[in-house]
């Protein structure tokens, strides 16, 4: 039951010279998109598309940063923004599926239905967002994919920021409750998030069925969470042992059966002080650095599979 929490008011600190944020255009309630200007100075091998799942109630001037930062570093992308609401816990599953079609057909626009696939950085905050990439990837999936023989193979790339996190009570309370400042109202919060815990426990008790958090740590754990996506795609997850609302030993737990039972090539990078989604603020230098190098991965890895064997 736990999902992702703002990290606070403040926008994270990108790095000295940032340039001025910049202004996507709002696609629908939970989905922008910014395009490359016509003039951009993007590169062949950059990332053609960014997708960002920010975390839950994440204020957009904080994710602003993050695409302000894209932009600058990836001038030629198209980024595609996908917000997390609190609301959307409590809503249909039909629902939450239809409020991401927007971002689908922002995706499906790079060729999908012919089999191409876009060099592709996606970029997940917190469980808010792993949840809106597992519903994303749900539409996608809806709609069949087969890559063109004649295709060229694409890049891609996940970047894993606080998530995936635990479903155990304080989790769950610290993250419903981390953007309620007054604390006797914080008190009172946990009285109805308590007991709807304990109803999620007692109904996956009786079905059997995984709770929220547990199917999201196998979805994470599915090679193909987009359908271009292959095994070999790299992932690092960005956690901190400060964390509050996803605890390091949650994420670590997933780091080992990604490596262990898939094989998936994985990266840990641990910020020892850093609060929750807030690691681009503490250390934006090695932020943006490990950013780069995950990229240059994925660029290694299409280089090889294109590449025909000896």
Not at 92 to 110: I, M, T, V, Y
Not at 151 to 172: E, M, N, T, Y
Not at 174 to 201: D, E, N, Q
């Amino acid at each position: 039951m736990a999902t992702s929490t703002p990290s606070g008011e403040a926008t994270p600190l990108l790095g000295a010279g940032t340039p001025p944020r910049v202004s996507p255009t709002q696609v629908s309630e939970d989905v922008y998109v910014l395009r490359p200007a016509k003039d951009s100075l993007g590169q062949p091998e950059d990332p053609r598309v960014i997708l960002i799942c920010g975390w839950m109630d994440a204020k957009l001037r904080a994710l602003l940063s993050y695409m302000t930062k894209y932009n600058a570093i990836y001038p030629g992308a198209t980024q595609i923004l996908v917000l997390s609401r609190q609301a959307a816990t409590w809503a249909s599953k039909a629902n939450n599926l239809k409020a991401l079609e927007p971002a689908a057909d922002l995706l499906k626009g790079f060729g999908l239905s012919e089999g191409t696939s876009p060099n592709t950085l996606v970029h997940v905050f917190s469980n808010g967002g792993g949840f809106q990439l597992m519903h994303l990837a749900e539409v996608l999936h809806q709609t069949p994919f087969s890559a063109s023989e004649s295709a060229a193979p694409s890049a891609g790339c996940l970047i894993l920021d606080s998530v995936p996190g635990d479903a155990s009570l304080r989790s769950s309370l610290r993250a419903f409750t981390a953007p309620i400042k007054f604390l006797p109202m914080k008190l009172l919060a946990y009285i109805p998030l308590t007991m709807a815990w304990c109803v999620l426990v007692g109904l996956t008790r009786i079905t059997g069925k995984p709770d929220p958090i547990a199917s999201l740590r196998q979805f994470l754990n599915q090679h193909n969470f987009l359908p271009w996506f292959t095994a070999r795609a790299p992932r690092v997850y960005i956690y901190s042992e400060e964390d509050l609302i996803v605890p390091s030993t949650a994420i670590e737990e997933h780091i080992a059966e990604t490596k262990q039972k898939h094989g998936f090539p994985v990266t840990a990078e641990v910020f020892p002080r850093s609060p929750h989604v807030a690691h681009a603020r503490t250390d934006p230098d090695r932020y943006w650095s490990i950013v780069r190098n995950t990229w240059i991965e994925a660029l290694k890895t299409k280089a090889s599979t294109a590449t025909p064997s000896p």
